[in-house]
């Protein structure tokens, strides 16, 4: 008879600890760690009564212990049998950060998202918000590529991340680039309307000039759709060898 591997895991998850201040209390940490600071234990108790919820926010001001909360929140979801766990921080300086206080505090984690306890819910991966949202994204892009599926995920300092995610979602191309003549083209007669005179200056190449477009490419009917996206694409792919900035934002638009 074949042994059933997922009802042994979700049989030893039931039996883990999923209170995050119990969780503390079994943690082969630096002495350094005492018990949770009063902030940190009220905040901890906040998130377990409301774990259930898809998305809970939280707020601590700089310096009072948010890491180890955030690190803790995760282990309880990792300790439900909620996983794979990301815990997403703005810059790499910070992965550093956290990945040594988390050491010291006796949680297992890694930066390699292919790393087997990460991928088996054993470990809480720890990367920047690049990684997380790039054309190319290993936690899945379109189709066709490999998808891991997160179970928790840990946003910190969100305002920041939130910043990197609207900007990787944005295509810059200066005058020269070779997309940049056929895009103006294909929009011109928008502009146009807008401004003539601004959509002069535009073609003139005058840095002070400004125009937004505001009609939304979905106005043109699918067919053309269909065929600017496509000469988009070939255009990025023979021009933009060397911008993956260009490329990354494009796969993800």
């Given at each position: 008879?074949?042994?059933?591997?997922?009802?042994?895991?979700?049989?030893?998850?039931?039996?883990?600890?999923?209170?995050?201040?119990?969780?503390?209390?079994?943690?082969?940490?630096?002495?350094?760690?005492?018990?949770?600071?009063?902030?940190?234990?009220?905040?901890?108790?906040g998130?377990?009564?409301?774990?259930?919820?898809?998305?809970?926010?939280?707020?601590?001001?700089?310096?009072s212990?948010?890491?180890?909360?955030?690190?803790?929140?995760?282990?309880?979801?990792?300790?439900?049998?909620?996983?794979?766990?990301v815990?997403?921080?703005?810059?790499?300086?910070?992965?550093?950060?956290?990945?040594?206080?988390?050491?010291?505090?006796?949680?297992?984690?890694?930066?390699?998202?292919?790393?087997?306890?990460?991928?088996?819910?054993?470990?809480?991966?720890?990367?920047?918000?690049?990684?997380?949202?790039?054309?190319?994204?290993?936690?899945?892009?379109?189709?066709?590529?490999?998808?891991?599926?997160?179970?928790?995920?840990?946003?910190?300092?969100?305002?920041a991340?939130?910043?990197?995610?609207?900007?990787?979602?944005?295509?810059?191309?200066?005058?020269?680039?070779?997309?940049?003549?056929?895009?103006?083209?294909?929009?011109?007669?928008?502009?146009?309307?807008?401004?003539?005179?601004?959509?002069?200056d535009?073609?003139?190449?005058?840095?002070?000039?400004?125009?937004?477009?505001?009609?939304?490419?979905?106005?043109?009917?699918?067919?053309?759709?269909?065929?600017?996206l496509?000469?988009?694409?070939?255009?990025?792919?023979?021009h933009?060898?060397?911008?993956?900035?260009?490329?990354?934002?494009?796969?993800?638009?």
């Amino acid at each position: 008879m074949a042994l059933d591997l997922k009802k042994l895991k979700a049989g030893n998850v039931s039996k883990k600890q999923t209170d995050p201040r119990k969780i503390f209390t079994t943690l082969k940490r630096n002495p350094r760690f005492k018990r949770p600071s009063d902030e940190q234990g009220d905040v901890l108790d906040g998130w377990y009564a409301a774990r259930q919820q898809q998305s809970v926010t939280l707020k601590m001001n700089t310096g009072s212990g948010k890491t180890v909360v955030g690190l803790l929140c995760l282990q309880s979801c990792l300790n439900e049998g909620k996983g794979p766990a990301v815990y997403v921080v703005p810059d790499n300086f910070l992965v550093t950060q956290v990945v040594a206080e988390a050491n010291d505090l006796g949680i297992a984690v890694t930066e390699d998202n292919s790393n087997a306890a990460f991928l088996a819910g054993d470990a809480i991966l720890v990367i920047n918000v690049w990684k997380l949202f790039n054309g190319k994204s290993t936690f899945g892009v379109g189709q066709g590529n490999t998808q891991i599926r997160i179970g928790s995920i840990v946003v910190d300092d969100a305002h920041a991340c939130l910043a990197t995610v609207a900007d990787q979602f944005r295509i810059r191309l200066n005058s020269a680039h070779a997309a940049y003549r056929p895009l103006l083209d294909l929009f011109s007669d928008d502009l146009e309307q807008q401004s003539n005179q601004l959509l002069l200056d535009v073609r003139a190449e005058d840095p002070t000039a400004v125009i937004v477009r505001r009609r939304k490419i979905w106005d043109f009917g699918w067919c053309e759709i269909t065929e600017v996206l496509a000469h988009l694409v070939m255009l990025f792919r023979r021009h933009a060898a060397d911008e993956a900035s260009a490329v990354s934002g494009w796969c993800r638009v």
